[in-house]
Structure formats: C-alpha cells, structure tokens
C-alpha cells in the first residue's frame, strides 16, 4: 500500500522528478520536493499537489551536491512526516563535449549530482528503513547507465556507477524488508533532453520538430518519447507490495534503445 507513505524525491519541481511526485501523490502519498527554480513557481507546484491529491507536500531546496545539506533534508522530511518510506534518487545534470575538451569541473559538477548524491541520500535514508523494517529506494539511472555514447563521459560513468550504488545497497539491506532498483528511461523530453534537442536544431538548421524526430529515431527503435508519467506509474510499481521481492534489478524503459 502506498497511501499514508512519505515518498521523498530529488529534482523533482520539473520533468521526470515532478512526474514521480504526482504519480505517488496520485496513490495517497505524502511527497517532499526537492530541487531548484522560481521559488513563487516551486511553491504553486506544492500547494497545487495539496489541492489536487489531498496529501501532504513539503519542499527542500537542499543542493544535492552538498551532503551537509543532503543530511538536513532526510531528517527534515523524517521530522515532518514521521519517516522516508520511498526515496527516489532523481537529481540529474548533463554535459556534452569529447573527453579531451571535457571540463573538470563539469565533470566534478556531474559525478556529484547524478551519483554522489544518490549515496548520500542512501547513507542517511537507510537507517531509518532497517529500524522501521520497510523503506524502497528507486534510481533513476538512464539508457546510458547500460549502453555508452559518445561525449557524454560524465554522464555514463555517473549512471553506470548508479546501476552498480543500487545493487549494493539492495544487497545490504535484502533481509530488512528494503529493496532497491533503478529505472533506466531512453529519452523523456525534459527541459534536459529539450536543451540538447534546441542545440542540435540550432547547429543544423532544422526545425525543433525535425530534430525531435531524428534525435529520438537515432538510438530508439520506437520513435517515441517516454513520458514523465509512465516513469513515475513504474516507480510506483516498485514500490508496491507486489514489487516486494524486486531488488537489485534495472528497469529499462527506453523504446528498445538496449535491446538492440
């Protein structure tokens, strides 16, 4: 059952984060958002998940590249709503550019977001999961924390190393009725995956529909974009008692992006 849980998700005030929020608020869940923007906009995103879901929402504008205040969310959101039954490791950056030209502190900046954190939030999450004897970790990895493309360096090591955090931890905490998976998505046109799509048609002259089309056609042999929503229904899912002996396990959703 999720309805009564307090689900915490990083970068989750846009995309694919927010997707998650909605879809476990949708079941009856107390979220906490996580991530940054206009404040007045993050703020009308809580209270509207308030007034359409009739739960609990409570927001932390904790940078996840700093464990100090990583640590201050968990217990913030364990204070507020009693404890963190699903973490969902979201948070996630990009940069593009050939390893020999690739920046250093893009790389540190990337590592520390889409890897580092998701430890952290882990370290200080899963105590809390062995004492009460249930908690479900979820991370978002991606096609790339399974299959490589070039220019991305720091973005596959971060999402490979993601893959690899999670069956760790699903191997520690096995017996203590906690389990953790990730979830691998192709592409989601997020504001993310937007910025390399306005790029792309910016460097060829195509129109954005046109390098839509390519991009997503390029790696997937279903040209269609995964949704935010079809993300968050399987979060949900892992979540779920029917999902109790899941663990360790990654969950492509991708259009055939790895299957190939």
């Not at 007045?40 to 409570?58: D, K, M, P």
Request: proline share 3%; net charge negative; hydrophobic share 45%.
């Amino acid at each position: 059952m999720i309805r009564g849980k307090s689900v915490l998700v990083t970068g989750s005030t846009s995309g694919i984060g927010l997707g998650i929020v909605r879809a476990f608020a949708a079941e009856g869940a107390n979220v906490t958002l996580n991530g940054f923007g206009d404040p007045g906009a993050v703020e009308q995103q809580r209270r509207g998940i308030e007034e359409t879901f009739g739960v609990a929402a409570a927001y932390s504008a904790a940078d996840v590249t700093k464990p100090d205040q990583i640590a201050e969310m968990i217990s913030g959101a364990e204070n507020t709503f009693g404890a963190i039954d699903v973490l969902v490791n979201n948070a996630g950056i990009q940069f593009v550019a050939e390893v020999e030209d690739f920046p250093v502190e893009k790389w540190d900046a990337v590592i520390a977001t889409n890897l580092s954190a998701a430890f952290h939030t882990c370290r200080c999450a899963v105590p809390g999961m062995k004492r009460r004897g249930w908690g479900r970790i979820i991370n978002i990895a991606s096609a790339h924390g399974l299959v490589a493309s070039a220019g991305k360096a720091a973005y596959v090591a971060a999402k490979h190393g993601l893959i690899g955090l999670t069956k760790v931890v699903a191997i520690e905490t096995a017996d203590h009725n906690i389990t953790c998976n990730a979830i691998c998505p192709g592409w989601v046109m997020t504001p993310l995956v937007a910025g390399q799509v306005e790029t792309r048609a910016h460097a060829t002259g195509k129109p954005f529909d046109e390098a839509k089309r390519e991009f997503v056609a390029e790696k997937q042999p279903m040209a269609r974009y995964t949704t935010p929503e079809d993300i968050g229904a399987l979060a949900v899912f892992l979540a779920g008692d029917a999902a109790g002996t899941i663990t360790g396990a990654s969950y492509s959703i991708d259009g055939g992006w790895t299957a190939q």
